[in-house]
Each structure stands twice: as C-alpha cells, then as structure tokens.
C-alpha cells in the first residue's frame, strides 16, 4: 500500500539532525520516499517540515519561505562553530556592553544584510561540504551573501559575569544563519558570540503550535494532505477540467489576469498552487512572460 502524500511538521527535539528525523519517518510512513525542507542543526529544535511520497516535490519551494526563530546568544565567547557544539577559541569579558550597545547592534544587522555562512555549514565548496573540510582542518572562505533580517528582536538579558546571555526572536528569509548572526553581534561588540540555544517557531504559514514531536507521531501518524498542504502555502488558481488536463501533461496555459503574484519567499512569481475541478492538486504553477508554467505536476 502506497504512503499518502502529504507534508508532517515535526517538532524536532535536540540532538538529531535532520536526517535523522527522515528516517524516523520513513519508518512510520512505510516509505523511502521522504524528505525535508530546510535543515535544523542538531542543537536545534522546532519546526522542520517533512515531506511524504508527492508532497517531496513541494519541498524545494518551501525551503524558501520566511523562517522564525527564537534564540539564545552568548557573548563574551567565540567557538569554530558559532554555537555551543564548537569549541572556545576566544574570549571577551562582555560585562560591559551596555543595553543601549547591544540594540544598536542588532539594528545594523536588520534589513537586506551581507551575511558570511559559518564555515562549518553544508554549503559545498568545489564539491565537498563546507564543514568537512573545515573538520580536517582546511575550512574554506566562504563568500558573503545577500539575506534579510526582518525582524532581531533582543528579549532578555542576563549578564553572568564576563558573559552576558541575550534572548532574541528573528524573522528572516531563507538561506539566514542564526548562528552567523550571533557571530556577528558579538562581533560588531567586540566581545565575540555564540549560539547557545535555537528554536524555529514557524517555517512559512506552519508554526510550532501545529507541529508534533517523534512521539505523538509514533502514537498517531497523519499528514496534512497534500491539496491543504500546498493551499496553506502558496497562492491559489483554480483551474477548468480542460485546463487540468493541459497542465497535468505539461502544457502552459496563460497567465492569471490578476498579474504577478508574490510566491512563498514573497517574491513575484513564486509559485502558484493550481486545482482541478474536484478540488485536487494539479500542479504548482509561475507566471512567466505571459504564460503560466508548471513547475511540478502532481497527477499521475
């Protein structure tokens, strides 16, 4: 019997990596045919967004969807890693970064921003990904690269000496290292700064109110199906019986009338989610030059 396609928001908990929570659900899905949108660092928790049997081809269209965050930023202390799971490689006393300094920080790191990855990443550099080589001892430079902080809000602060612990929600675009950005901080302080905790609270519309931990799915496993899943996400066009079979063969049709529609990231021309007559998902769609042009096609 073929797994029902759909997406499942995990809560991940701390200590697997995303990989890892594939492969739990592929156990409780009786399928191979899983994967994840957007990859959480082990020390992370929170929302990734899983992928079963069609609702995979959702996935690379979800990644680039606005993300939230709840964190906890250390500084006083830089690691290799740019969170607690590296190793110390300086140290600040940052007692005396004043309230005042550090919302002045943070402020400058807000908005369309040129962020450097951490060089332990999974970013590929000639082939090989980035934090292998920084493991043997060869980490590349990495190249800055255009990201927007909507929003870096400092929360409490709680100052330990020569460390002081600062909590901050971030709202951000895809591709954000929230680690970069607590190296960053600590940075511009002149102190240094680590991540000590992470939290993704919401990738696109899923929020962690609707997420389910490992546990809860082993008890009960259900998908948000796939019409929903791709409804919740992107805009919608419902399309004629004609035009599904059109679109479900490939063809283009022509382009809303409406104009150009923001996609999931916000950006115009994203994708659109196009429905047959019976309410199922056809396809995911973008308006290009006058045309409207599957992307995916998710009918047999």
């Not at 060089?119 to 990904?129: L, T, W």
């Not at 043997?136 to 929003?151: I, N, Q």
């Not at 607590?182 to 109110?209: N, S, W």
């Not at 150009?260 to 950006?267: H, K, T």
């Amino acid at each position: 019997m073929t797994a029902a396609s759909g997406l499942v928001i995990v809560d991940k908990p701390p200590g697997l990596t995303s990989h890892d929570v594939v492969g739990r659900i592929r156990r409780l899905a009786g399928t191979r045919r899983v994967g994840h949108a957007g990859t959480l660092d082990p020390m992370a928790t929170g929302v990734l967004v899983i992928g079963v049997e069609k609702a995979t081809r959702l996935l690379g269209h979800l990644a680039l969807t606005e993300k939230e965050y709840a964190a906890t930023i250390r500084l006083g202390q830089a690691t290799d890693t740019d969170d607690a799971d590296g190793q110390t490689i300086a140290q600040t006393p940052a007692g005396g970064v004043s309230d005042a300094a550090l919302h002045a920080a943070a402020a400058a790191l807000t908005g369309e921003i040129q962020q450097v990855p951490p060089g332990f990443s999974a970013i590929k550099v000639g082939g090989q990904r980035a934090y292998r080589m920084a493991r043997a001892g060869d980490a590349p430079e990495l190249a800055a690269r255009a990201v927007t902080v909507r929003a870096f809000d400092l929360g409490d602060v709680r100052r330990l000496g020569d460390v002081v612990d600062v909590d901050a929600a971030v709202t951000c675009s895809s591709g954000t290292y929230i680690r970069a950005l607590a190296r960053d901080l600590g940075t511009a302080l002149g102190v240094g700064g680590h991540l000590t905790a992470l939290r993704r609270t919401r990738v696109g519309p899923y929020e962690i109110a609707a997420a389910r931990t490992l546990d809860q799915l082993a008890a009960a496993f259900e998908v948000i199906p796939l019409a929903g899943a791709a409804a919740a996400a992107f805009p919608r066009r419902d399309l004629t019986a004609e035009e599904a079979r059109l679109v479900a063969h490939g063809a283009r049709l022509p382009a809303t009338a409406a104009g150009p529609r923001s996609g999931a990231d916000g950006s115009g021309g994203g994708p659109i989610a196009a429905f047959g007559p019976d309410g199922s998902l056809i396809a995911l769609l973008t308006d290009q030059a006058g045309q409207a042009r599957p992307l995916a096609v998710f009918v047999s």
